[in-house]
Nanobody, 121 residues
Framework: QVQLVESGGGLVRPGGSLRLSCTASGSIFSVNHMGWYRQAPGKERELVATIANGGSTDYADSVKGRFTISRDNTKNTVYLQMNSLEPEGTAVYYC???????????????WGQGTQVTVSS
């Protein structure tokens, strides 16, 4: 099993910045992707950004140029730097990790408990 612990959410004014962190612990495998999803009230959970263990990244179009995902493999931690936040960014942000053993084909996936981000004046 893998545990994901998130931190860094809160209340921020439009145009402001926040940095989310998520640390994985437990049965960690080296082949993995980590990322962030968000779910706004009344909406489905959506991808925000992902990063592979090699460093390749993917972003939702709505956050490109404003959000940056990064990771520290020595700490099993992923970060999401969010700049120029908009009210539409108000949501619960969830950390996600999928991983597999080096010579396996089957992936296992895990979610964090979520952290609230509220963008409001």
């Amino acid at each position: 099993q893998v545990q994901l612990v998130e931190s860094g959410g809160g209340l921020v004014r439009p145009g402001g910045s926040l940095r989310l962190s998520c640390t994985a612990s437990g049965s960690i495998f080296s082949v993995n992707h980590m990322g962030w999803y968000r779910q706004a009230p009344g909406k489905e959970r959506e991808l925000v950004a992902t990063i592979a263990n090699g460093g390749s990244t993917d972003y939702a179009d709505s956050v490109k140029g404003r959000f940056t995902i990064s990771r520290d493999n020595t700490k099993n931690t992923v970060y999401l730097q969010m700049n120029s936040l908009e009210p539409e960014g108000t949501a619960v942000y969830y950390c996600h990790r999928k991983q597999r053993r080096l010579f396996d084909t089957e992936w296992s996936a895990y979610w964090g408990q979520g952290t609230q981000v509220t963008v409001s004046s």
